[in-house]
């Protein structure tokens, strides 16, 4: 008996850009999250720490930055050429933090003490504003882009909004959380200590958000509310806010008990996951909310067919080596050995 199999590229397109923006937020998040916490670690030796907690792995976490952006630029065109110059001012300040952000980690290390000074800044300042141009570029997709046939018709500013600056905001609270549990996870004595008050303060400041913002989205338009709310959606949304109370107990309760290291780091990481799926309910299926959907704006089959082959050949591989260069420098962060 034959059997029909239908396999959707389009959709399977916007769960592989989905899957590799998740991936950077959860990999790059911690990244930025430390140059956020940076202010909170004045000494020399703990910043040293910190560097070097991530200085094996740091370069890797934005190759999955690259895979979101081109690859809605190859598969979903449209919404590229849309969301380009809708968002043009977020994307240009974060590109430029990314880079005094790396320079300043390499050439921290090379400099004199007044001149380390001046780079530490710079670490701090491309952190906190790459973070901050993420959630105002989310937040200005979720708030919507005005579209005019095929194009952007909106101005130059429309991106900024209260609703963009909260979730700007949060997706820096929400980085400085993932960088405190992951230096909880890889410290060790009182910078530890001094990480896992952080998560305190910053997981705190995190859930504050996600209400927040969850509060505030189902009112940015009709389809948001009927997401939410209306029946049978609410049977698929439900589970959302469910799952963020139980992850939001189990954090806390295991940043109470001082023998979890990596429990406060995987929880942190199941948070954000949650909160992405939310996110993920509240746009399906479109790819610019509420104008235009992926499959108004997917490249030609042949083309997504042609790219999803590589994809399926190379991502294995990128996984692959991220995840070994992760088991190599896995443990704590000796001071004076190393990595052990």
Known sequence: MDLAISFDLTVAWAILLATGIFIYVVLDGFDLGLGILYPFFPKKADRDLLMNSVAPVWDGNETWLVLGGGGLFAAFPLAYAILMPALYPPIIAMLLALVFRGVAFEFRWRSSERRRIVWDGAFIGGSTVAAFSQGVILGAILQGVQVEGRAYAGGWLDWLSPFSVVTGAAVVTGYALLGATWLNMKLSGE???????????????????????????????????????????????????????VLTVALFRSLMLHNRDVAPFLIALALFFITFVGLGISMWPYVIPTSVTIYQAAAPYKSQLFMFVGAIVLLPIILGYTAYSYWVFRGKVDPDKGYH
Do not use: D, H, M
């Not at 008050?197 to 927040?212: C, Q």
């Not at 913002?213 to 698929?236: D, I, K, N, Q």
């Open 191 to 245: 910078p530890q200590e001094k990480a896992r008050r952080l998560a305190w303060g910053f997981g705190l400041g995190t859930v504050a958000f996600i209400v927040i913002v969850s509060l505030f989205t189902p009112y940015l338009g009709t389809a948001y509310w009927e997401r939410w709310f209306a029946w049978p959606a609410l049977l698929f949304a439900a589970p959302v806010p469910i799952l963020v109370v």
